[in-house]
């Protein structure tokens, strides 16, 4: 019974105890949030590529549509926390620094915004979408950290992987791949460096995946008019 009393009072002392922390302002250490921020594509007349005409009236065909399937991140970077290498390769999450959303939300909105934007495709469409279409893009992020094991030479890594998948008469197969290694320097070992640096790195991704397909897009052009 006296075990049975005690309980009984502690749980009155810590119920009274979270009435005062909410009632006085107290609180636990607040959480900051990260958006991911690439900006907007520069489009020059000399860098849009040539489309070709719709088939059918008000239509788009197949053959201009790009489903962008969602961005996979691997683990350890996928989850919310901002993630950091130390000293001895050691990787940190820092759970009071977290995007504002999945990861792989904000990097599949960027990418998807990006290719709709300045894409050599006619049309990009989220890879929810029944949108009929022949190519579909695969990106896997790899790595997404920042390297803080020298603090006086912080620098932000992001690599990925990129699959073009080409399903042309239903003979599915990989049309292009490429691997993306992107580290660039940061002012300090801090997390909104990290975060303004994943933007550039980012941007830099995604100009460099318009180049590529591009350029590979237009060998597909031309091999299809013959």
Known sequence: MNGILLRL???????????????????????????LDAGRP???AEAVPAREESSGPGGVSPDQVLQVRRVNIAPPFGGSSLVYRTRGGRYVKDYYNEWVAPPEELLST???????????????????????????????????????QDPAKPKLVLDARVYLLDDVGGNRHIA???????????????????????????RQLLETITRDLSAHRETVVAADAR
């Open 42 to 44: 520069i489009i020059s």
């Open 176 to 202: 292009y791949q490429n691997r993306y290694a992107i580290a660039l320097p940061l002012d300090r070992a801090s997390a909104d460096q990290l975060v303004l640096g994943a933007g550039r790195a980012y």
């Open 110 to 148: 960027e990418l998807v915004d990006w290719l709709s934007t300045s894409g050599p495709f006619k049309t990009a469409v989220d890879g929810r979408s029944a949108a009929p279409h022949r190519f579909a893009l695969e990106t896997s992020v790899t790595s997404l950290y920042g390297d803080f």
């Open 9 to 35: 009072r502690l749980l009155v002392v810590t119920l009274a105890f979270g009435q005062l922390v909410s009632c006085s302002g107290m609180s636990a250490p607040n959480k900051s949030l990260y958006a």
